[in-house]
């Protein structure tokens, strides 16, 4: 049994891996967590693995560093199952390229573009399975929203999405805005790649998902978990299959 744990800016997801398949998970929001850590002391996991693009705490790495097996820390000079022709591969995130790694196990030697919708979206591209080209990232919905808020002396912090494009106060029309300004993006960014991309695979991740989902077309394919479904192939491929 493979632990696999993704530590995000404001959440924390782990999960256990027999091959490829996935038994159990927990979602908290602190490496604190006690229902964390208790999960990651199960007494059938021999080895794990965790990708941080949140803060790493001296206690959580006191508590790994005890644990009865080993527990590796991804970096991005670790084999791929892919090539990776990033220029700043030093500056890629661990999250990226175990999104791309998911994107290679559900649709082999295909174009796939990954969007993963979180603090910021970010938009990875696999070509023919086998070439990690690169992408954008940009404002997630919380940082537009948070930026409107900051950056002027009036405006006031909203969260959530919106239903209606027209807002009719200006509470709406700020959730509005940063809503359907993410989404219209998604949409064109997905036409642009389309049209350089033949047969091209949209997957779609990150906590703001399900949200874009409802208004993109039924070809995306949407999985919650991409990342660790990626980060526990990307240990595979590093230390050899359990």
């Known amino acids: ?55 790493i705490s001296e206690p959580w790495r006191s508590f790994i560093d005890v644990l009865p097996y080993a527990f590796h820390s991804f970096e991005t000079g670790m084999r791929l199952p892919f090539e990776n022709e990033y220029r700043s591969p030093e500056t890629l995130g661990a999250d990226r390229l175990a999104n791309v790694a998911a994107a290679q196990v559900f649709f082999p030697k295909t174009n796939c573009l990954v969007i993963d919708a979180g603090s910021c979206v970010t938009y990875d591209l696999l070509e023919e399975g086998v070439r990690y080209k690169g992408g954008l990232i940009s404002p997630g919905l919380k940082m537009r929203q948070q930026s409107m808020h900051s950056f002027t002396e009036r405006l006031p912090l909203v969260e959530g999405t919106a239903d209606d494009i027209i807002g009719r106060s200006t509470e709406e029309a ?18 642009t790649f389309s049209e350089r991309y033949s047969d091209l695979q949209i997957l779609l991740t990150g906590g703001d998902a399900p949200s874009l989902e409802k208004h993109l077309e039924n070809s995306i ?8 479904v990626g980060l526990n192939e990307l240990c595979n491929h590093h230390f050899g299959s359990l």
């Open 1 to 55: 049994m493979q632990a696999i744990v993704d530590i995000g800016n404001t959440r924390v997801k782990a999960t256990l891996f027999e091959g490829r398949t996935m038994q159990a998970i927990v979602e908290v929001s602190s490496l604190d967590d006690p229902d964390l850590l208790t999960f990651l002391q199960n007494a059938s996991i021999q080895r794990g693995i965790y990708a941080a693009t949140g803060k």
């Open 174 to 191: 700020l959730r509005s805005g940063a809503f359907f300004g993410l989404l219209h993006e998604v949409e064109g960014l997905i036409g």
């Open 221 to 228: 394919f949407a999985r919650p978990q991409l990342a660790l």
